[in-house]
Each structure stands twice: as structure tokens, then as C-alpha cells.
């Protein structure tokens, strides 16, 4: 009888965790097609940066706005 008891009980927490579950990714359905009606009514903005080419064609960094250096591998810069 423990047996029985004890399979009833853990297909009971079983069931119980499945719809948890459920309805959480429901909810998460639900967020990223909010998210993906955001993006598509949200107006293209465009890459404002000065862009000025190099007259050496040499790159070691680039700083970006917030002051962050980013290597550049010396083949990527040719």
C-alpha cells in the first residue's frame, strides 16, 4: 500500500509540474509576440556614426563613444 501511495503522490506533483510549466511558456509565448510587435512597430533607426576611412589603412583600436577600445585584428583592417 506504501508503494501505491507513494506513485499516486509523486505522479500528482508530476501532473502539478506539467502545468506549471505549461502555462509558464504560455506566458512566455505570449511576452516574445509582444516583443516581436514592438520591434516591427518600432521605426528603423539607422547607424549615426562618423565614419571617416583611414588615408594610412593602418587600425590598431577604435574608441567608441563611451571611451572603450576595441582591438582590430590587422587582417580584418586591410
Known amino acids: 500500500m506504501k508503494l501505491e ?3 499516486a503522490q509523486f505522479m500528482q ?3 502539478s ?6 502555462s509558464a511558456i504560455k ?5 516574445v509576440e509582444q516583443l516581436a510587435k514592438q520591434l516591427v512597430d518600432r521605426p528603423s533607426i539607422s547607424f549615426s556614426a ?3 576611412k583611414n588615408p594610412k589603412k593602418e587600425c590598431k583600436a577604435v ?3 563611451s571611451k572603450m577600445a576595441i582591438q582590430v585584428d590587422e587582417s580584418i583592417a586591410e
Open 17 to 22: 509540474n506539467q502545468k506549471s510549466t505549461e
Open 13 to 15: 506533483v508530476s501532473m
Open 63 to 65: 574608441m567608441t563613444r
Open 5 to 7: 501511495e507513494t506513485l
Open 27 to 31: 506566458i512566455l509565448e505570449v511576452q
Open 50 to 52: 562618423n565614419i571617416e
